[in-house]
């Protein structure tokens, strides 16, 4: 079985078991869910250290924990940030390694989503790619069980990422899961500006595309506001912050941001 695994323990989270539990516990336990009865359909979520960034995760990934035996399958997105990509990547590991177990991939619907245009199998895409990697301890200990199918986005259109999450959209089983920061290196208050102004585009459902200066996973954060408008989804702020605020000088900071979306 060809398990990929993990390449970023140690270094964006904790590598010994026991603390990666404990942290990510942690974090979800400051958060109370936004409904005691809906599932999200979609969330965007950052990909940080959790040092960073985690709390603002934990915003996102707290809505599925009231409902934990619902979703089933979690499609990930995250910006390829190692290998040019052109457009969207599956990996060839039929599951993800992380300190707290072996996550499975669902084979089934990657096969599916690989008869997409523009979707590949790219095995070194997914080697070093934090960006899912990050998400997958929250799932863990917020979800009963599940799948996932990943998928890192290159230079891909909108629409042709809006195609691949219309093709997995499946029933409330399946959540849909955007890996991305919003804005980088920025002083402090120009960041906060700035990703006031990112967040309420993405609440608006766009009309105008998010740019890679405004979130490195603008191009999935893109066709999920498409997808997110056929199929008439309510987006929420849940959290918006930076690394100014949670672990960093101000001077240079890196935006946050939570956000779901119901049906």
Not at 11 to 20: G, I, N, T, V
Request: hydrophobic share 45%.
């Amino acid at each position: 079985m060809l398990v990929r695994p993990s390449a970023v323990a140690g270094a964006f989270y904790p590598a010994d078991a026991e603390r990666l539990s404990t942290d990510v516990d942690r974090l979800l336990a400051q958060v109370a869910p936004q409904s005691a009865t809906e599932v999200p359909k979609a969330l965007i979520v950052p990909h940080a250290g959790y040092v960073y960034s985690g709390i603002v995760a934990a915003h996102a990934y707290a809505q599925l924990r009231r409902q934990r035996e619902t979703p089933r399958r979690i499609v990930l997105f995250g910006p390829a940030h190692f290998v040019p990509l052109r457009s969207l990547a599956l990996p060839k590991a039929v599951a993800f390694q992380t300190p707290l177990g072996t996550v499975q991939v669902e084979s089934e619907m990657a096969a599916e989503l690989e008869a997409v245009p523009g979707v590949t199998r790219h095995s070194a895409a997914h080697a070093r790619e934090h960006s899912l990697e990050v998400q997958l301890p929250f799932l863990q200990r917020t979800l009963e069980d599940f799948r996932i199918v990943p998928l890192v986005v290159g230079d891909a259109t909108p629409n042709e990422v809006a195609s691949v999450m219309d093709a997995a959209w499946g029933d409330a089983s399946t959540v849909i899961v955007v890996s991305s920061d919003l804005s980088h290196y920025l002083t402090y208050e120009d960041a906060v500006e700035v990703d006031r102004r990112t967040a309420d585009q993405i609440l608006a459902l766009g009309p105008a595309p998010l740019s890679p200066e405004q979130a490195c996973g603008s191009n999935a954060i893109n066709g999920l506001l498409i997808t997110a408008s056929r199929h008439h989804l309510r987006p929420k702020l849940l959290d918006l912050r930076n690394s100014g605020d949670t672990a960093g000088a101000r001077d240079e900071v890196v935006g946050y941001g939570a956000f779901a979306f119901y049906d």
